[in-house]
Structure formats: C-alpha cells, structure tokens
C-alpha cells in the first residue's frame, strides 16, 4: 500500500512540473487560497489554510499548506500519550504540506479531484495522504470543499471541510 501512495504522490508531482511547463503557453492558472476544518477522530479542533494554484487548462493543480491540530487532554488519554495520572495537557501539532490535484470531473455545478499530499509536522513525522477534493460552487470565484482522504500514517480516513476563494 505504502508503495502505491508514494507512486500516486511521484506521479502527481511529476505531473505538477510538466504542467507548469506547459502553463506558459496556455490560458494560464488561477490562485486560490482555501481556508478550512479537519474532521479528524484523533484531533479535537484543526483548523488550517492552503494557497496554490487551480489550473483552467490542465487537469494537475498544486497546493502548499499549513495545518494546526489541537488535542484535548480527553483525546490523549483516549491514545495513551498522556503518561502521568491528572496531566492536564493540550498538544497542538502544527504541519506543512504539498499537495497535488488531478482533476477527474468539471460541470456547472461540481468537480471532482484526486489529491494526493506529502506532510510533515513538527515531530519531524512524515506522512502521505491520498483522497478525493469536491468543490461545490457558491459564485464564479468561491466554492465549498469537502476532502476525504487515506493518512498513511495513520491508518485512518480524514477529512476537510471549507472554503476555496479564487483570486
């Protein structure tokens, strides 16, 4: 499974770079910032942002991103990370991630992409994600985003949901 992933996550960065290439002599890409909710069952409260670029001509766009995840001193005793009885500690985890996109389906009213991340938070701990993005149109420069995705790392199925503002 792990070499699957990390196929998928060469492959949509190679694609990233041919179509940055090939960007220069199309009708060019669009900057987005998103801004969004982990819905997370490892996670209390995360909340995180991403620019990059949706691309008008191409089916590969590219995303960097910053998320910031909050843990209750309830969800660390659930996951035995708290060793010490009566600890009252949050833990908040910050990471940085680059994430490719290939988009699968484009109509009036929706999209469908296959996303694929590399991330790495501030434990120095690596993990590669791959999933669905869905943006639901709200006006020709804001859409509503729901992303389901696999954490490697984690085992685990995770979500976002938010906005995406086109600039």
């Not at 994430?99 to 389906?105: E, M, W």
């Amino acid at each position: 499974m792990s070499k699957n992933l990390l196929l998928i996550t060469a492959a949509m960065i190679a694609g990233m770079i041919t179509t940055t290439i090939k960007a220069q002599y199309c009708g060019g890409p669009v900057p987005v910032i998103s801004i969004y909710t982990t819905l997370d069952r490892s996670t209390d409260l995360g909340i995180g942002g991403e620019i990059g670029s949706m691309n008008e001509d191409s089916r590969w766009s590219y995303f960097g991103g910053v998320l910031l995840s909050i843990k209750t001193p309830e969800t660390l005793k659930r996951e035995k990370e708290i060793s010490k009885p009566g600890e009252t500690v949050y833990r908040q985890d910050l990471s940085v991630y680059m994430k490719g996109s290939f988009r699968l389906y484009k109509s009036d009213q929706s999209s469908f992409h296959a996303v694929s991340s590399v991330e790495l938070n501030m434990r120095s701990q690596l993990d590669i994600k791959a999933g669905m993005r869905i943006l639901l149109p709200v006006t020709d420069r804001v859409a509503l985003s729901a992303e389901p995705v696999y954490s490697y790392r984690k085992r685990d199925v995770t979500g976002r949901i938010g906005l995406v503002i086109g600039l």
